[in-house]
């Protein structure tokens, strides 16, 4: 599936679970990769690079260990990763328990 209709379609799913969501930056339409910006707001952001495991399956790989950063650090993270891939979409979720309905386990 396109990378664009993938995300879209999680964002509407945010939407319908009353998480608000944004894209950040849209990369390329297809065969992209997504970076999460979770935003824990108060308690700090929680960054998740996509990746696949070794059978296949869709899954994320938290940046700084899976700990909660400030903002600068995050964006600073995302910053060096669009560097490096020019095509990376980058997807922010505003909710303070982590919970967002983009599928894969965290590596």
Sequence with gaps: MATGIWVKAHIRQCITQNIPAYVLRKGAEAGATV????????????VLSQARDMDGNLGWLAAFDGALVDDAQADAYIERAVQRDPDLWVVEVETRTGEHPFPGKVF
């Design 35 to 46: 970076i999460l910006r979770i935003n824990r707001l108060e308690q700090g952001c929680q």
